[in-house]
């Protein structure tokens, strides 16, 4: 059995998140899911894109491909379409995931590769300074929205199920155990999987809206979840499935 | 004996003899053809075809597919092909094998969509921020088309970057005779042969090409956008920077005779020398026929230019004359290799083809310089 640490690189240590971050408590849930199912690191791609929580494939020991900002699930889907016997995992950020990269999430969710996507989402930009994204709450304080968001924002698990995901989930960094065992289980189901977290910036919106201190922050974020859990799930098969089965050699490609 | 076949169909036919596995797209006038081929193909070779939801995700996912090991496809035109330019650079950066072909047509922006043009020219050289070199590969006939798509998998492979081919939509959707040879020569990816624990993606002597795993192998590897060190984790020092950099430009630059082919048409030492790529080295041919004095130079590699061969050729002209579907792309690039003579564009981008008679006119018209 592998122990969560095997997936880190911890040699890269320290990180370079803010302190009271919640970046990191997020990367050791998912570290302790793979760890849980005991997966070889050699058959798990990790796919990033660019923000605070894009980095976070810079502690891992497994295979990463850190691309483009709000395009990790195009490049995953490449990764997943090309050898399906992959355990393919997207680490976005809320300006990653669904506003940059929206057309990504809702087309990969439609399409159901087995893919799990796992977007933190803290309400806003943190690695460029603390802007507006499609997640910050109408009203939201940010460094572009001094006075308030103007706009409404995405209710991404609900957007994501309509899309036709198989496996949708939403809670909090404040429940690391929870999101540790939802990880499991999306890591597990085929078709398109999708875990959003809610988390902390506490240098950025935190500090502009929520309690003061990172540790009372996380109560904030876990308590505008509502209730936290499986939003959706439905039973599909995955791309391949269906592609082989269109095509006429629905056995010869099982895998 | 020769078949008849379009450019788009030899484009695709090529790359399946190459041995691609894997094709996104998103369809555009003049290059859906490719992808319809390749949706109809890939399946019954064990390929996938995915339709993506725009061009920035076919680029990506042309990528991961390449890094699982695939060698993989993508065809687009001009709108397209500006979406597509941040993940090349991507491509470039993280030194990933790919081809792109961007079956050119007239601009800017939408323009004349089913009218062919030359104007990407720059655009598949500076596209991108940053200095990002790669190669691109331009046909002038359906055996070319397939000949260069074959190529294009090798180039790829061999210098780990994204290989881009630009046929112009008349050399795309022309239908003329091809010769298809009983087998191709294919690809090889150079995978690494350390153990597992010693390896390093981006490790290799000064010039040279570092080996590529793929996902899933018992090689672990990162790659990132971002800048980074031998062991593919990002790192932001000026030192590995200006490695980086270097590496990347070198590796194409310094080897640039392995890659450019330049074809030469006519006398030994011409006085008029007409440079051009596409179907207007084509009709530069046609323009020159029976001139003892004149000669064409085809450019079969746009990027990266054979410049000392450029400049060796041109050495007895009196004039060098570039005829190209765009008001001036690689006109400036031949003033800057050829500094004896005069050289000049002869330049069309109404979506029409220069014809023959109009480079035959501006080289008698060029008189004096040119007799
Ligand atoms: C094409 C492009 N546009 C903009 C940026 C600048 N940028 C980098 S990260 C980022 C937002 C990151 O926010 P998020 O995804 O929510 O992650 P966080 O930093 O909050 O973890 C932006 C806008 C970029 N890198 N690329
Ligand atoms: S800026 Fe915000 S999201 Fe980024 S590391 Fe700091 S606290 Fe975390």
Request: with cysteine.
């Given at each position: 059995?592998?122990?969560?640490?095997d997936?880190?690189?911890?040699?890269?240590?320290?990180?370079?998140?803010?302190?009271?971050?919640?970046?990191?408590?997020v990367?050791?849930?998912?570290?302790?899911?793979?760890?849980?199912?005991?997966?070889?690191?050699?058959?798990?791609v990790?796919?990033?894109?660019i923000?605070?929580?894009?980095?976070?494939?810079?502690?891992l020991?497994?295979n990463?491909?850190?691309?483009?900002?709000?395009?990790?699930l195009?490049?995953?889907?490449?990764?997943?379409?090309?050898?399906p016997?992959?355990?393919?995992?997207?680490?976005?950020?809320?300006?990653?995931?669904v506003?940059?990269?929206?057309n990504?999430?809702?087309?990969?969710?439609?399409?159901n590769?087995?893919?799990?996507?796992l977007?933190v989402n803290?309400?806003n930009?943190g690695?460029?300074?603390?802007?507006?994204?499609?997640?910050?709450?109408?009203?939201g304080?940010?460094?572009?929205?001094?006075?308030?968001?103007?706009?409404?924002a995405?209710d991404?698990?609900?957007?994501v199920?309509a899309a036709?995901?198989?496996?949708?989930?939403?809670?909090?960094?404040?429940?690391?155990?929870?999101?540790?065992?939802?990880?499991r289980?999306?890591?597990t189901?085929?078709g398109?999987?999708?875990v959003?977290?809610?988390?902390?910036?506490?240098?950025?919106?935190?500090?502009?809206?929520?309690?003061?201190?990172p540790?009372?922050?996380?109560?904030?974020?876990?308590a505008?979840v509502?209730?936290?859990?499986?939003?959706a799930?439905?039973?599909?098969d995955?791309?391949?499935?269906?592609?082989w089965?269109?095509?006429?050699?629905?056995?010869?490609?099982?895998? | 004996?020769?078949?008849?076949?379009?450019?788009?169909?030899a484009?695709?036919e090529?790359?399946?003899?190459?041995?691609?596995?894997?094709y996104?797209g998103?369809?555009?006038?003049?290059?859906?053809?490719?992808?319809?081929?390749?949706?109809?193909?890939?399946?019954?070779?064990?390929?996938?075809?995915?339709?993506m939801?725009?061009?920035?995700?076919?680029?990506?996912?042309?990528?991961g597919?390449?890094?699982?090991?695939?060698?993989?496809?993508?065809a687009?035109s001009?709108?397209?092909?500006?979406?597509?330019?941040e993940n090349?650079?991507?491509?470039?950066?993280?030194e990933?094998p790919?081809?792109?072909v961007?079956?050119?047509?007239?601009?800017?922006?939408?323009?004349?969509a089913?009218?062919?043009?030359?104007?990407?020219?720059?655009?598949?050289?500076?596209?991108?921020h940053?200095d990002a070199?790669i190669?691109?590969?331009?046909?002038?006939s359906?055996?070319?088309?397939?000949d260069q798509?074959?190529?294009?998998?090798?180039?790829?492979?061999?210098?780990?970057?994204p290989?881009?081919?630009?046929?112009?939509?008349?050399?795309?959707h022309?239908?003329?005779g091809?010769?298809?040879?009983?087998e191709?020569?294919r690809s090889?990816?150079?995978?690494?042969?350390?153990?597992?624990?010693?390896?390093?993606?981006?490790?290799?002597?000064?010039?040279e090409?570092?080996?590529?795993?793929?996902?899933?192998?018992?090689?672990?590897?990162?790659?990132?956008?971002?800048?980074?060190d031998?062991?593919?984790?990002?790192?932001?020092?000026?030192?590995?920077?200006?490695?980086?950099?270097l590496?990347?430009h070198r590796?194409?630059?310094?080897?640039?005779?392995d890659?450019?082919?330049?074809?030469?048409?006519?006398?030994?030492?011409?006085?008029?020398?007409?440079?051009?790529?596409g179907?207007?080295?084509?009709?530069?041919?046609?323009?020159?026929q029976g001139?003892?004095d004149?000669?064409v130079?085809?450019?079969?590699?746009?990027?990266?230019?054979?410049?000392r061969?450029?400049?060796?050729?041109?050495?007895?002209?009196?004039?060098?004359l570039?005829p190209e579907?765009?008001?001036?792309?690689?006109?400036?690039?031949m003033?800057?290799?050829?500094?004896h003579?005069p050289?000049?564009?002869?330049?069309?981008?109404?979506?029409e083809?220069?014809?023959p008679?109009?480079i035959?006119?501006?080289?008698?018209?060029s008189?004096?310089?040119?007799?």
């Amino acid at each position: 059995m592998r122990d969560f640490r095997d997936y880190l690189a911890l040699d890269r240590l320290p990180h370079m998140w803010c302190a009271g971050c919640g970046h990191g408590i997020v990367l050791g849930a998912l570290a302790r899911a793979f760890s849980d199912l005991d997966l070889d690191p050699s058959q798990i791609v990790v796919v990033t894109g660019i923000g605070c929580w894009g980095k976070a494939d810079d502690y891992l020991r497994t295979n990463a491909l850190h691309g483009t900002h709000g395009r990790a699930l195009a490049f995953a889907t490449g990764v997943k379409g090309a050898r399906p016997s992959l355990q393919v995992v997207a680490l976005m950020g809320d300006g990653d995931g669904v506003t940059i990269g929206g057309n990504h999430l809702i087309h990969a969710a439609r399409r159901n590769l087995s893919i799990t996507g796992l977007m933190v989402n803290n309400y806003n930009y943190g690695m460029t300074g603390g802007q507006y994204s499609a997640t910050t709450p109408y009203g939201g304080l940010t460094t572009t929205s001094r006075e308030g968001c103007p706009e409404e924002a995405f209710d991404t698990c609900a957007l994501v199920a309509a899309a036709g995901a198989a496996l949708v989930a939403r809670t909090s960094a404040y429940q690391p155990a929870q999101l540790r065992a939802l990880l499991r289980q999306a890591l597990t189901t085929p078709g398109f999987s999708f875990v959003e977290v809610a988390s902390t910036c506490p240098t950025y919106f935190g500090r502009f809206n929520q309690a003061p201190g990172p540790a009372e922050q996380l109560k904030d974020v876990a308590a505008s979840v509502g209730s936290p859990g499986i939003v959706a799930k439905r039973q599909v098969d995955d791309f391949h499935a269906r592609y082989w089965r269109i095509h006429g050699k629905g056995d010869e490609h099982e895998r | 004996m020769p078949i008849l076949m379009q450019g788009n169909a030899a484009i695709a036919e090529g790359a399946l003899r190459a041995g691609v596995s894997f094709y996104a797209g998103y369809p555009i006038t003049p290059s859906s053809e490719v992808a319809e081929i390749m949706a109809r193909r890939l399946p019954g070779q064990g390929g996938i075809y995915l339709q993506m939801e725009d061009e920035l995700a076919s680029m990506a996912a042309i990528i991961g597919a390449s890094l699982a090991g695939a060698r993989s496809l993508t065809a687009t035109s001009g709108p397209g092909f500006s979406l597509m330019q941040e993940n090349l650079g991507m491509a470039v950066m993280a030194e990933v094998p790919c081809v792109i072909v961007n079956v050119q047509r007239s601009g800017p922006s939408t323009g004349l969509a089913t009218r062919p043009g030359q104007g990407d020219i720059m655009q598949a050289r500076w596209g991108r921020h940053g200095d990002a070199p790669i190669i691109a590969l331009c046909p002038s006939s359906v055996q070319d088309c397939f000949d260069q798509t074959v190529r294009a998998f090798i180039l790829a492979e061999k210098f780990r970057c994204p290989v881009v081919l630009m046929p112009d939509q008349v050399v795309a959707h022309l239908s003329e005779g091809l010769e298809l040879p009983g087998e191709v020569t294919r690809s090889e990816r150079s995978r690494p042969t350390c153990s597992p624990a010693e390896y390093q993606p981006f490790a290799a002597p000064p010039g040279e090409i570092p080996p590529l795993a793929e996902y899933g192998s018992p090689y672990v590897f990162h790659v990132t956008s971002s800048m980074h060190d031998e062991t593919g984790f990002s790192r932001s020092d000026p030192e590995t920077a200006r490695k980086k950099n270097l590496h990347l430009h070198r590796k194409l630059h310094d080897r640039v005779e392995d890659i450019a082919e330049v074809r030469y048409y006519g006398p030994d030492r011409p006085g008029v020398l007409v440079v051009a790529y596409g179907i207007t080295a084509r009709a530069a041919r046609a323009a020159v026929q029976g001139d003892e004095d004149a000669g064409v130079l085809e450019l079969a590699t746009l990027w990266p230019l054979h410049e000392r061969r450029l400049a060796e050729v041109a050495g007895s002209a009196r004039l060098v004359l570039v005829p190209e579907m765009n008001l001036g792309q690689m006109v400036h690039e031949m003033r800057r290799i050829v500094r004896h003579c005069p050289v000049h564009g002869l330049h069309r981008a109404d979506g029409e083809p220069i014809e023959p008679e109009e480079i035959a006119r501006a080289i008698r018209d060029s008189g004096g310089e040119a007799r």
